[in-house]
């Protein structure tokens, strides 16, 4: 299989990870290499990726001595945008060939701030102004209050990137969100999007609750939820993006947010390791994964082409399936962006306190 295929078939493919040695190494995991070699042309962090980066890493040593009397916050800012703006230089040539579609690299604000609206804005704009680099996005999470946040990001001019999204009805509120600002942008032509819709962790929820019935009927639905959720969202992708509201926004520049596809590690092992990549290729579409799923692709992923157009009265008869079984997939998807907000939350206070003791030693 070649990533090419992947390509072909409309999907971008981004790296779900960064760490500064990632940047600078010269290996065949190298961020350089990837880039050559591995079809890679975006990246993506979040505060667990930095946590792991940083936390105990040699390559960072240097910069938390020379910093003893900044804050934790203030350091922890530092380390994160100077390995971002870094990223940023490496894709700048694909981001000039593909006109600002790829050659992304994401960044997140603070997760503390995902119920905090006006707290949100002012980090966006700082982080864009610190890394001062056009192939930046900004991660913010699709909560309730990060909605109205993706509109002024927006409307500033600010390339956005909306995480942490699980229900179709949502990815329709950030769609909305997203046209919002761009209809207050002075130049939408300069600003790109992608929403960033969750695979894996649905499967993981849906499948606890379908062990707890051994009918036939729930052991067939085993691992259908996840990509039947994305299937039906990129349905919504088709139609959002091709309304008379889109089309007046196309005749002033404007460019469509593309649904990326997160979380496509594959938690299961008895399942195959590529199908969060395989049965999600569409035109459009940004596939950001973590390093084991990547080689797996490069490895023995069989691409078919477009796996998702068409596809979406089947994923409609899985979720009435689910609801048959009394398996509420809204339910379901409520509780995993609290739980997601939280565990992001969680490894930003590990890193930034991995960072304190490391500052004070």
């Known amino acids: 299989m070649s990533v090419h295929d992947v390509s ?25 290499a990837r880039i050559a070699d591995s079809g890679v042309v975006g990246v993506t962090t979040n505060p667990s990726i930095f946590s792991a980066a940083i936390s105990g890493a040699k390559e960072y040593a240097a910069d938390i001595a020379s910093m003893k009397t900044a ?3 203030e350091l922890i800012k530092k380390l994160t945008t100077d390995d971002v703006r870094a990223a940023c230089d490496l894709f700048k040539d694909i981001y ?17 701030l995902a119920h905090d609206t006006a707290a949100t804005i002012a980090a966006g704009r700082e982080l864009w102004a610190i890394i001062d680099r056009p192939n930046l996005m900004i991660k913010v999470p699709a909560t309730v209050e990060g909605l109205p946040a993706i509109t002024e990001l927006v409307a500033a001019g600010i390339s956005v990137n909306v995480t942490l999204i699980f229900s179709v009805k ?32 649905i499967d993981s929820a849906v499948d606890a609750l379908l062990k707890k019935d051994s009918s036939e009927a729930a ?22 993006f091709s309304s008379t509201r ?20 594959v938690k299961d092992p008895t399942y195959d390791d590529t199908r969060y990549v395989v049965e999600l290729i569409a035109p459009h579409t940004v596939n950001t994964m973590p390093q084991s799923t990547l080689d797996a692709v490069i490895d023995h992923g069989v691409i078919r082409g477009d796996t998702v157009t068409g596809n979406y009265a089947a994923a409609v008869d899985v979720l009435k399936a689910l609801s048959a079984l009394n398996i509420s997939l809204d339910s379901v998807t409520t509780d995993l962006e609290i739980d997601g907000v939280k565990k992001f939350a969680q490894a ?9 003791v490391a500052q004070q030693g």
């Open 219 to 240: 052991q067939a639905l085993m691992g259908k939820a996840a990509i039947a959720n994305a299937h039906l969202a990129y349905q919504l992708f088709e139609e959002k």
């Open 96 to 112: 000039s060939q593909t006109k600002g579609v790829d050659g992304r690299v994401s960044i997140e604000v603070d997760p503390r």
């Open 8 to 32: 072909k078939g409309g999907t971008s493919i981004w790296l779900d990870d960064l760490s500064r040695a990632k940047i600078t190494g010269s290996d065949s995991h190298s961020l350089p």
């Open 170 to 201: 949502r990815y329709g509120a950030v769609i909305d969100a997203y046209m919002a600002g761009v209809e207050k942008a002075d130049n939408p032509s300069h600003v790109h999007s992608v929403a960033s819709f969750f695979i894996s962790r």
């Open 348 to 356: 930003w206070t590990e890193l930034l306190e991995n960072v304190k």
């Open 71 to 73: 804050s934790v916050d």
């Open 246 to 265: 889109w089309m007046e926004l196309e005749k002033r520049g404007a460019n469509k947010q593309r649904p990326l596809w997160a979380s496509t590690g």
